[in-house]
């Protein structure tokens, strides 16, 4: 299991949105996906939303999700973050066309947090070192 997100993906990403800008550089976008869109997800939203460079969303892939997932909301994204194996499984089930060209990253944090939990948190960062990486 991969411990964080390979640089290789974000570069990939990175360069497809600011191609199309010139000098300016658009976000990327990350959509982050678990279960319910009540605890883990939009933790992930809520601690990327403080990073440049990020535009983030989450949703759930259940029919009562706090926002529940949708195609428009999967063409919106560069990338899609599943927190677990089995969302990554129902977003290609459901969402196969909206993901042609799209980046799938699964980060195996399984349901057993809070909304903002400090592990939860602390786990997610681990994740991507690229942009939290620990400063003495």
């Known amino acids: 299991s991969r411990s964080h997100i390979p640089g290789i993906i974000w570069r990939r990403c990175w360069r497809r949105r600011s191609s199309t800008l010139g000098d300016q550089q658009a976000p990327v976008r990350i959509l982050f996906i678990c279960s319910q869109n009540k605890w883990r997800s939009p933790t992930a939203e809520a601690v990327f939303a403080q990073v440049d460079g990020v535009a983030a969303l989450s949703a759930g892939t259940n029919h009562d ?16 973050v599943c927190m677990e194996r089995v969302h990554q499984r129902k977003l290609q089930r459901d969402f196969a066309g909206a993901l042609k060209g799209k980046q799938v990253t699964v980060l195996g944090i399984k349901d057993d ?17 690229r942009w939290f990486e620990r400063r003495a």
């Not at 999700?65 to 994204?77: N, R």
């Not at 947090?113 to 070192?129: G, Q, S, W």
Request: glycine share 0%.
């Open 113 to 129: 947090y809070r909304f903002m939990d400090a592990e939860l948190v602390e786990r997610i960062k681990a994740k991507f070192p």
């Open 65 to 80: 999700a706090e926002t529940p997932l949708s195609a428009d909301l999967v063409e919106w994204a560069d990338m899609v």
